[in-house]
């Protein structure tokens, strides 16, 4: 595409963005299955190494398919945003070979012995065992509060010192609860402390968090930006391009966490719809949640579309629509809703999220497994608690499924 048109729409970004010219010419970028690069003489080779020259070396270290991948994100994340100086932002994204890989590199590139890390209940739980039970091993202390009270987190910052980074996930895994990122986000930074946000939820279509001046955006893309369950992986983006370029790019290449051609690619082809992708998933999301909240066997649905949401006004503030994820409880508990998995006919019963099929899982069971049942209900895990991906197919029949699987 000639960088000189401006593209004016999200969709025509997720589209062309990111994409180079192939040499050979073919239209969509192949898969560069080369663990390593050729140098026309020993000098490129050493060029390449100094930095003096462009170009790959070591898949490890970086290849095609994954610079198409983090050039397109940083589009998608920075589009339509500018800097203090009114330029457009610069940012720079790292693909990983997981998300849980991603945020391995944020945290050790960031954290060192003695400091801590702030953040919230009703967290991927992964994440909250890398922060509560790997870091401690290395020095690095977790503060966890409901950081949806301002006073809480202006608590947690003036009793710990050592705050130097608040890591936030809005909408959160598997309640949905939502944080304010500008709110927090001013905080923190009166305090000099670095925040990062797991945009998986959401994606930057419908939330953009360097708009609210956060450091890091972080992804699974295993969820909506790849968009078809084909692929593991994980993006961390950054505003400070030296640390990205230095710490952060260092930190990746000496954990070996590095993406692979095939699922770059595949990463690359998701991307392209995702404008179009969200819409549909989020109108379909929207339907059902009216559909749960006013069907007699559920108890409580967990929908930030809702006015019933407790932060219906948050996400309202800070997404463009609500997104696709929910969760939800049928009144006779948790054996109602094994039932009501167990019943579905075309809805499909597995753990993850962002897939063009509607897909359910059972958190306390499986995704937050890991966390210790005291524990479960501070991060709002209910054994009730069913948690829905509402996907791509026409709306009828995703609420024809459930209303037969609800008899
Ligand atoms: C919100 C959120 N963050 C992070 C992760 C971890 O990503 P991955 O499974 O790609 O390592 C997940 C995975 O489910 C998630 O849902």
Redesign the pocket.
């Known amino acids: 595409m000639d960088k000189s048109f401006p593209l004016s729409g999200f969709g025509s970004a997720a589209l062309h963005a990111g994409h180079k010219q192939d040499p050979l010419y073919a239209h969509v970028t192949p898969i560069y299955a080369s663990s390593t690069f050729v140098y026309d003489e020993a000098e490129q080779g050493m060029r390449r190494f100094s930095g003096e020259e462009e170009g790959y070396i070591y898949s490890r270290w970086g290849n095609p398919n994954f610079s198409e991948a983090e050039r397109k994100i940083v589009a998608l994340e920075a589009f339509g945003l500018k800097d203090e100086k009114g330029n457009e932002l610069q940012l720079k994204a790292l693909l990983h070979s ?6 391995s590199s944020l945290m050790i590139s960031n954290l060192k012995k003695g400091d801590k890390v702030l953040s919230h209940y009703s967290l ?1 739980s ?2 909250e065992e890398l922060i509560t039970k790997i870091l401690p091993q290395y020095g690095v202390e977790a503060i966890i509060t409901d950081l949806r009270d301002l006073n809480k987190a202006k608590e947690a910052i003036k009793a710990n010192p050592g705050i130097k980074l608040m890591h936030l ?1 809005t909408p ?2 598997p309640t949905l609860k939502c944080v304010d990122i500008l709110e927090l986000t001013t905080l923190a930074k009166e305090k000099n402390i670095l925040v990062s946000i ?1 945009n ?2 959401a994606t930057p279509y419908l939330q953009q968090p360097f708009r609210f001046g956060v450091d890091y955006v ?1 992804h ?4 909506f930006l790849n968009g078809h369950g084909t692929a ?3 993006v961390l983006v950054g505003r400070d391009l030296a640390k990205m370029n230095g710490d952060v790019t260092k930190t990746q290449r000496i954990l070996g966490s590095n993406s692979n051609p095939f699922d770059a690619f595949l990463l690359n082809l998701g991307l392209k719809t995702l404008e179009l992708r969200m819409e549909r998933h989020c109108s379909n999301a929207m339907e059902v949640a009216k559909f749960l909240a006013g069907h007699a066997a559920v108890a409580k649905v967990n929908y930030n579309g809702l006015e019933t949401h407790p932060d219906y006004a948050v996400a309202k503030k800070q997404m463009k629509h609500a997104g696709a994820m929910m969760s939800f409880e049928l009144k006779n508990g948790k054996q109602a809703g094994v039932d009501f998995m167990n019943k579905l006919k075309m809805c499909v019963r597995t ?3 962002g897939t063009a099929e509607t897909i359910l899982c059972h958190p306390a069971s499986m ?1 937050h497994y890991a966390i210790p049942d005291e524990e479960k209900e501070k991060y709002g895990i209910t054994e009730g608690l069913i948690r829905l991906s509402v996907g791509l197919e026409n709306i009828q029949d995703i609420l024809n499924d459930f209303d037969q699987a609800l008899r």
């Open positions: 997981s998300g849980m890989a991603a945020l991927y992964g994440l996930e959160a895994n797991d998986t939820f972080f699974s893309t295993t969820k593991i992986g994980g753990v993850s999220l995704t």
